[in-house]
């Protein structure tokens, strides 16, 4: 069994997968820290190592009065309680490289947005914190195009780099999983996940706002747990219908431990 890194104390390995999971953004600290809790107790009971994630901005919302979560200023106290509190590693995502110094003392992982995979210098700015990276595959990047932003991340003394799919334009206010991506990106030597709510998305399909197709998340982890993929991301939620943003692509949180066991049983096969 390979070790790729740990994070605080989780280690990340091709022996089994691992679950990066929570709310599209903090909407307050009781329910931040209710889904952690939830989320956890689940992962523990069936031994998924477990990252919680959630967004203290969301800086690519699709409508300037779209929510956009509390801010470094307030989001990181919250993330950083439910860390020592809830006891998980906690990932979020920054948007512009100043924000990589403040976040580091908090994050476990810092992540890098889809649509700004390809900015040098954040990359460069995330990698010399130290922590483990998430990078998302840009809507608008071949597999390939994201494993030169390994090389980036590298070239800055940093090689604990996960990369996460989430699915390809294909046309208007749609997006396609090419499952290939998955063994394609894993040739970076990195491990690779499969974001299997996002790629349900239907961004800007919805009147002004990103619409989704739920029902088809278990089938997107399923086929990217059978594809080789070494975690998966869930955004999750009590009551969708009620999230402030990505309601319509998230998984509800009453579903996480059925799919979590289905998940497993085809990673033992795959």
Not at 34 to 42: L, Q, S
Request: proline share 7%.
């Amino acid at each position: 069994m390979k070790t790729f890194f740990k994070v605080d104390g989780v280690e990340i390995t091709d022996g089994r997968f691992f679950l990066i999971a929570g709310p599209c953004v903090i909407e307050d600290e009781g329910l931040t820290r209710e889904i952690a809790t939830e989320a956890k107790k689940i992962t523990a009971e069936l031994g998924i190592p477990y990252i919680f994630k959630a967004s203290f901005d969301k800086a690519n919302r699709t409508s300037y009065a779209s929510p956009r979560g509390p801010g470094i200023a307030k989001g990181l106290p919250i993330l950083a309680r439910v860390k020592e509190e809830v006891g998980v590693p906690v990932l979020s995502d920054i948007h512009e490289p100043w924000q990589a110094q403040q976040a580091a003392p908090v994050l476990s992982v810092i992540q890098i947005p889809a649509f700004l995979s390809r900015q040098t210098d954040l990359l460069v700015a995330a990698a010399r914190t130290g922590l483990p990276l998430n990078i998302k595959k840009s809507q608008m990047m071949s597999p390939a195009d994201l494993t030169l932003a390994v090389g980036k991340i590298s070239e800055a003394g940093n090689r604990r780099v996960m990369l996460t799919e989430r699915g390809t334009f294909f046309g208007y206010n749609n997006l396609v999983v090419d499952f290939r991506s998955i063994p394609l990106m894993k040739e970076s030597g990195c491990p690779v996940v499969i974001d299997a709510t996002h790629s349900v998305q239907r961004p800007s399909g919805a009147n002004g706002v990103s619409g989704g197709d739920p029902r088809f998340i278990p089938l997107m982890a399923s086929a990217g747990i059978v594809s080789g993929a070494n975690g998966v991301f869930l955004e999750i939620h009590p009551e969708p219908a009620k999230a402030l943003s990505d309601g319509a692509n998230s998984l509800p949180l009453k579903d996480l431990r059925a799919l979590l066991v289905r998940l497993q049983k085809l990673y033992n096969v795959a």
